[in-house]
């Protein structure tokens, strides 16, 4: 059961076209919820394209809405998100658009109503930032990109 009390709300304005809808989750244990596109857009082989939803949001102050991949369209066809995960900041009010690539070896066609992307939303935590001339150690140190293996 959810305590209600404590889920933020999400206020959307939807145009008023084929295809536009409020996202929704496709199973109960979802943590996304579908994106679908507004409009039809050909993605050629190689090449992206910023597929608009008709969406806009209104978020509270401290929630961020990530735009990630679909795994169906990725796995069949090759077709991700290309800023994964894209972020919808809260102040945000454009319409929400989904930037995909064609990874596939044939053009794709998007239609209007296509769940096209996810949308997963998290909690922001800010930070101060305090300048210093030191930092303390740790065991990694300043290895990175590969320094703790493959295996």
Same mark, same amino acid.
């Given at each position: 059961? *959810?305590?209600?009390? $404590?889920? !933020?709300?999400?206020?959307?304005?939807?145009?008023?076209?084929?295809?536009?809808?409020?996202?929704?989750? =496709?199973?109960?244990?979802?943590? #996304?919820? /579908?994106? +679908?596109?507004?409009?039809?857009?050909?993605?050629? =082989? #190689? @090449?992206?394209?910023?597929? !608009?939803?008709?969406?806009?949001?209104?978020? !509270?102050?401290?929630?961020?809405?990530?735009? $990630?991949?679909? @795994?169906?369209?990725?796995?069949? *066809?090759?077709?991700?998100?290309?800023?994964? !995960?894209?972020?919808? /900041?809260? /102040?945000?009010?454009?319409?929400? +658009?989904?930037?995909?690539?064609? *990874?596939?070896?044939?053009?794709?066609?998007?239609?209007?109503?296509? $769940?096209?992307?996810?949308?997963?939303?998290? $909690?922001?935590?800010?930070? /101060?930032?305090?300048?210093?001339?030191?930092?303390?150690?740790?065991?990694?140190?300043?290895?990175?990109?590969?320094?703790?293996?493959?295996?």
């Amino acid at each position: 059961m *959810h305590d209600t009390a $404590r889920i !933020p709300l999400v206020y959307i304005q939807l145009e008023d076209q084929p295809g536009v809808s409020i996202p929704a989750q =496709a199973t109960s244990g979802s943590a #996304g919820y /579908d994106l +679908c596109a507004s409009q039809q857009v050909l993605i050629k =082989a #190689g @090449s992206y394209a910023r597929i !608009p939803t008709g969406l806009r949001l209104s978020m !509270p102050a401290g929630i961020e809405g990530q735009v $990630r991949p679909r @795994s169906g369209l990725a796995a069949k *066809h090759g077709i991700t998100v290309l800023n994964a !995960p894209g972020t919808i /900041d809260s /102040d945000y009010r454009g319409e929400v +658009c989904v930037l995909l690539i064609n *990874h596939g070896q044939e053009d794709f066609l998007i239609e209007p109503g296509m $769940r096209i992307a996810q949308l997963v939303f998290a $909690r922001i935590t800010t930070v /101060d930032f305090v300048k210093t001339d030191s930092l303390d150690e740790s065991d990694r140190g300043e290895g990175g990109f590969g320094s703790t293996g493959t295996r």
